[in-house]
């Protein structure tokens, strides 16, 4: 079964803490900065990485946007 993307409308840690593991989340470039989306949880999301939280992002070119998926 293939997961629903959602878009995301939230600020970017807080769409990031409500994922669930395999949750997808599109960020559109143009209202969230990329640089932020990728630095997130290294920087603000410290507490819920040491807890073993972990994200991985894509980029579509194409579509100007970021795909995060909640992976553990």
């Given amino acids: 079964m293939e997961k629903t993307i959602k878009v995301a409308t939230l600020g970017i840690a807080e769409e990031l803490r409500n994922m669930e593991i395999g949750d997808v989340v599109q960020f559109p470039v143009p209202k969230y900065n990329y640089n932020s989306?990728?630095?997130s949880p290294g920087t603000t999301l410290v507490a819920e990485t040491m807890e073993g939280r972990k994200w991985k992002t894509?980029?579509?070119?194409?579509?100007?946007c970021v795909f995060v998926t909640?992976?553990?």
Avoid: L, V
């Fill in 37 to 39: 989306i990728r630095t």
């Fill in 70 to 72: 909640r992976t553990a």
């Fill in 58 to 64: 894509r980029k579509d070119i194409d579509n100007k």
